[in-house]
């Protein structure tokens, strides 16, 4: 299905029925990412899925795709679908755009989980990074620059031991274009310091991820629990960056539990 949006067509999938959850996939990835995860969780669950902006199936508009923008997608796509209020599953850039999402439309909000994400903005040399990077695939193509990534973004594990899932991984990322993925780099690039709403989120909050994450490490899930009150911190063995489609069936058990405690309730 297609959500119209000023400048850009917005792709997004409903699946299942039951209280509403949310699923924010990461970068540079789409909507399928959370296939895995999906059809463990729809039979008690109504999913609503999107390709974020500069993703998958979905344009990328004008300009860079910054947090505000994909939250503003976000907010409009729960009216076109008719979500009041939910949970919210939102795995790296996911997360990025859950925290601004929570400033803008907090009212919608019931519950959070953040996956392999961090609160804290790009360190200038990670902005000078990303904005080369989005320079880069326009020069390359997205395939070579996706190629060069997948070490960060899929933990030691599987990509030793696991090529099936790791092909999969990068199958989830086949639609993205080069135009598309530099949006989205400089959209990162430009988004806020998290930390200080951290404080701020009154509602029940699951932190998760991958032991072998390289790109949002322990450390910074620990920093990112302490900082909210009553988070819960759960971290999944021989995962990375991509834990909830490299380790689905353990990722859908966790977020199924919380959600069962923490959503749909009045």
């Not at 904005?131 to 996706?146: C, F, N, Q, W, Y």
């Not at 099936?164 to 639609?175: E, F, L, P």
Request: proline share 4%; charged share 30%.
């Amino acid at each position: 299905m297609i959500l119209k949006r000023d400048d850009a067509e917005i792709y997004y999938e409903v699946r299942g029925t039951g209280p509403d959850v949310v699923l924010v996939h990461p970068f540079p990835s789409c909507g399928e990412f959370w296939a895995p995860v999906a059809e463990r969780l729809e039979a008690r669950f109504r999913l609503v899925i999107p390709d974020l902006r500069g993703h998958g199936r979905s344009g990328a508009g004008e300009g860079s795709a910054t947090m505000r923008k994909h939250a503003q997608d976000l907010a409009a796509l729960c009216d076109e679908t008719g979500v009041g209020r939910a949970a919210f599953v939102g795995c790296s850039i996911g997360g990025y755009v859950l925290f601004e999402f929570w400033r803008e439309f907090r009212q919608r909000v019931q519950a959070l989980v953040l996956c392999d994400t961090k609160a804290g903005a790009d360190t200038d040399e990670a902005k000078a990074n990303r904005l080369r990077a989005a320079d880069d695939v326009l020069l390359k193509g997205p395939e070579t620059v996706i190629d060069g990534m997948m070490e960060k973004l899929l933990g030691e594990s599987t990509r030793r031991n696991r090529l099936d899932v790791a092909r999969a991984a990068r199958q989830t990322m086949a639609r993205s274009t080069a135009q598309g993925i530099a949006a989205v780099q400089r959209g990162m690039a430009e988004r806020p310091d998290s930390t200080s709403t951290l404080m701020t989120i009154d509602v029940p909050v699951l932190v998760a991820g991958g032991e072998e994450d390289t790109l949002a490490p322990r450390e910074e899930l620990e920093k990112m629990a302490r900082g909210i009150r009553g988070a819960e911190l759960k971290m999944v063995a021989q995962a990375g960056h991509y834990a909830p489609f490299e380790q689905a069936e353990e990722v859908a058990r966790m977020v199924r539990q919380f959600l069962e405690k923490n959503a749909g309730r009045a």
